[in-house]
């Protein structure tokens, strides 16, 4: 039985030599050269922006883990970018271009893959099917997927609030209360007083913005009206936050009963409680701002940001219960999705997704049942993410350590060694399912 990928970006092409890799003949649809999206501008396939979109290589980095994994499983995604990578300190950079000839030519040249150059605009109505078309999937076969899944599941544009680790967040200065005094208290306060407010929005309205593409902007100015950066909502007027995300009213201190001047709330982004979102914060600053201006908030001097605050263009699922762990659709089991439009954020986390995906829909097409990854591991962990997380709000993650297990027992001598066990963990068990399974 063959199988279908459409797209031959980082997700498709590892897609594709996962499926390939285990026998199974891929047909691969890639509209390059023929047309190019927006963002693209080089022929080849597996197009990085920039030499250092694979990101940090330390494995107790959530995306370094990924890696380190994907490596030890066989990645295509990875055996490029360890073959064409250049010196860049702790980071893992490559030769843009190398990386993308290198991979095109493991492609074509396989036995397995037969290339098409053709844009596809419609979903195969059988057969074994990889949909990898990434963040800027056509109008035409954006319009079939929505049909698909239903209008309400398909998002085009991301605006996202940051995530940052609760471990992180200064509970001396901090405390959980209920959203303006209605509920239980489930929500993270961070109060101000005017003059540290009055900083906070000096602050903000002066930090530096991140660059929108042209083809962005019109999209941008849609989602702004209805979800507004915090950035633009503060250049409205002094008082306009105070009005809106940061209101105080109702919120007292638990113990001393004390009334503030401005209010900063996180609401739990998962289960566990490892992650909290900074409500109302979706905002368009650049990373580095973004770190500036909001530990400047009491009580996040020191946190650790698991996802920044993003706002571009994103064609992406509301992948929670649509989604199985192994990326196929929960009401057609043969057809799968894999990069960015699932939900995962990053080059490396949708080459991930491809691997995943790939790997399943070759077990699919040779009558084997799926196989999940556990959630020890950083890939198992993002797919369930993916496939689990909450369909209220639900926005693309980044590989970050709030996503894995918690481990069983306390781990003692701060983030650093928490994150080293779970980096060993996540290692031993990539070793152990490789010695024990058949993948």
Wanted: aromatic content about 10%.
């Amino acid at each position: 039985m063959k199988i279908t990928v459409l797209g031959a970006g980082l997700a498709g092409c590892e897609a594709a030599w996962q499926a390939a890799k285990r026998g199974v003949e891929v047909t691969l649809y890639e509209m390059k050269p023929k047309k190019k999206s927006p963002a693209h501008t080089y022929n080849g396939y597996a197009e990085l922006v920039c030499s250092n979109s694979l990101r940090g290589a330390d494995v107790t980095q959530g995306v370094g883990l990924l890696k380190e994994e994907m490596r030890r499983i066989g990645s295509l995604i990875m055996e490029a970018a360890d073959a064409t990578a250049v010196a860049a300190g702790g980071c893992l950079a490559v030769d843009r271009y190398a990386f993308s000839d290198y991979i095109t030519n493991k492609i074509r040249e396989c036995p397995l893959i037969t290339v098409v150059e053709k844009e596809v605009a419609e979903i195969p109505d059988e057969g074994i099917t990889v949909i990898a078309t990434g963040p800027l999937t056509s109008d035409a076969l954006a319009e079939k997927i929505s049909d698909l899944v239903g209008g309400n599941r398909l998002s085009f544009f991301d605006a996202a609030a940051p995530i940052v680790d609760f471990s992180t967040v200064d509970m001396t200065r901090a405390f959980f209360a209920s959203r303006y005094d209605k509920g239980t208290p489930d929500y993270i306060n961070c109060p101000m007083t005017e003059e540290e407010y009055k900083a906070f929005y000096n602050a903000l309205i002066t930090a530096e913005e991140a660059h929108l593409h042209d083809f962005e902007k019109g999209e941008a100015l849609k989602v702004f009206e209805g979800c507004i950066p915090v950035e633009v909502m503060a250049k409205r007027g002094e008082d306009t936050l105070r009005y809106g995300p940061m209101k105080p009213v109702g919120i007292h201190h638990p113990e001393t009963g004390e009334g503030y001047y401005a209010v900063v709330q996180l609401r739990r982004e998962n289960e566990e409680g490892t992650m909290f979102n900074i409500v109302g914060f979706q905002t368009h600053l650049t990373f580095p701002e973004q770190r500036r201006v909001f530990r400047m908030i009491p009580g996040l001097e020191n946190a650790d940001f698991l996802r920044y605050g993003v706002m571009h263009r994103n064609t992406f699922l509301n992948s929670p219960g649509m989604l199985s762990a192994d990326y196929s659709m929960r009401a057609r089991p043969d057809l799968y999705f894999a990069g960015q439009m699932t939900g995962v954020e990053g080059y490396v986390e949708s080459a991930a997704s491809g691997l995943v995906a790939g790997l399943n829909a070759a077990r699919r097409a040779t009558g084997k049942e799926p196989y999940i990854f556990p959630d020890t591991m950083m890939i198992g962990a993002m797919a369930r993410y993916v496939s689990e997380g909450s369909e209220v709000d639900f926005q693309p993650m980044n590989a970050n350590f709030g996503l894995v297990r918690r481990a069983d027992h306390k781990i003692k001598g701060g983030k650093k060694v928490r994150y080293q066990f779970y980096a060993e963990r996540a290692l031993s068990e990539t070793d152990r399912i490789l010695g024990e399974e058949e993948l």
